[in-house]
């Protein structure tokens, strides 16, 4: 008998909180379900760890070919059951009703997918643990955001994923793209408060503009504004002002002065790589002779599921688009991360 859940985990050298992600979902209250693993090259004891849970598909692949939608949809296509829960490695559940609630929310045939909420880790920085608050917390900006969703935590109806799974050109923005077009189609997305996991990065600043580089560059696939909307004086100066004026009152609020002008430093280094990744992303997607990517809700060609042979073997942007897996580029004007 197939299971009623498929729990698709995606690894790389989180060792260090596998040993509480693993038993705490041997702790869940919800029962029926089946782990699939996929580890992108981890040497740090990973990988005994994950062969002692016993999961049914362990799929080990190279660091280098890792593309988070081809590792998302062969985790789609593994699973046996009708909802596909993903939980990321370093996300760790924090008590025994995570599973539950995300499930009995997909039961609603209309319901295409549902994300759950992350508080941070106890040694998260103060930039980071604002943005989660603004996207997770009891008053949480996100609810007023034209699009939210995070896939740390979250789950997907399979039969409305087999009609078109998640685009493997998009090497960021993958699962906003996604639940996009979900609702595109008429179906709901939903936020789970229930279901809940620690999960937080302390992303130095080179870091911090990498990723927001490259959701900035993802973000030009899916605009419907004019490009030059994302400008310097706007969107890096305004913005950057605007952001760490707000992070001034937490710091203050929460009595972490001192953590400010590390705030201010990641907020430059965040703002400044949205235009350059913006730009960039606009060339490449909207520009080029030979992009043939189409951000058209109507858009339905399914991505080329990845072949066995591939992968066999032994992680906020605005406040239009905030994705918590990287919740440090929340709350921005109108253009999302």
């Known amino acids: 008998m197939s299971p009623r859940v498929s729990i698709i985990m995606r690894s790389f050298n989180e060792g260090w909180a596998l040993c509480e992600t693993l038993p705490a979902l041997q702790r869940q209250e919800f029962r029926d379900w089946e782990l699939i693993v996929i580890d992108s090259g981890s040497t740090d004891g990973s990988v005994e760890l994950i062969r002692r849970a016993n999961p049914r598909h362990f799929i080990q692949i190279k660091h280098e070919d890792y593309n988070p939608?081809?590792?998302?949809?062969?985790?789609?296509?593994?699973?046996?059951?009708?909802?596909?829960?993903?939980?990321?490695?370093?996300?760790?559940?924090?008590?025994?009703?995570?599973?539950?609630?995300?499930?009995?929310?997909?039961?609603?045939p209309q319901v295409a997918a549902v994300f759950g909420r992350q508080i941070p880790r106890p040694d998260c920085r103060a930039v980071f643990t604002h943005d989660y608050e603004r996207c997770f917390g009891p008053r949480?900006?996100?609810?007023?955001?034209?699009?939210?969703?995070?896939m740390v935590s979250s789950g997907l109806r399979k039969d409305v994923w087999a009609r078109r799974g998640f685009l493997e050109k998009m090497q960021y923005s993958e699962d906003d793209e996604y639940t996009r077009w979900c609702r595109s189609q008429g179906y709901r997305v939903l936020y789970c408060p229930e279901s809940v996991v620690m999960h937080s990065h302390n992303y130095t600043p080179r870091q911090?503009?990498?990723?927001?580089?490259?959701?900035?560059?993802?973000?030009?696939?899916?605009w419907t504004g004019r490009p030059g909307?994302?400008?310097?004086?706007?969107?890096?100066?305004?913005?950057?002002?605007?952001?760490?004026?707000r992070d001034l009152a937490y710091c203050f609020r929460r009595k972490r002065v001192d953590e400010f002008p590390y705030s201010a430093r990641i907020r430059w280094e965040q703002r400044r790589a949205r235009v350059l990744?913006?730009?960039?992303?606009?060339?490449?997607?909207?520009?080029?002779?030979?992009?043939?990517?189409?951000?058209?809700p109507s858009h339905s060609s399914r991505p080329r599921p990845p072949r066995r042979d591939e992968t066999k073997a032994g992680s906020p942007r605005s406040e239009t688009q905030a994705g918590p897996q990287f919740p440090e580029l929340a709350g921005t004007t109108k253009e999302p991360q």
């Open 277 to 296: 990744g913006f730009r960039d992303g606009w060339r490449f997607y909207r520009e080029s002779p030979h992009s043939s990517y189409s951000s058209h």
């Open 69 to 108: 939608s081809r590792v998302m949809n062969h985790g789609m296509e593994l699973a046996r059951s009708e909802f596909g829960i993903f939980l990321n490695a370093d996300a760790t559940p924090v008590d025994q009703r995570w599973l539950g609630p995300l499930v009995n929310a997909l039961r609603d």
């Open 140 to 150: 949480r900006e996100s609810q007023r955001w034209e699009h939210f969703f995070s």
């Open 208 to 222: 911090a503009y990498r990723r927001s580089y490259g959701e900035a560059r993802a973000l030009a696939a899916v």
């Open 229 to 245: 909307e994302i400008n310097w004086p706007r969107t890096f100066l305004m913005g950057w002002l605007n952001e760490v004026r």
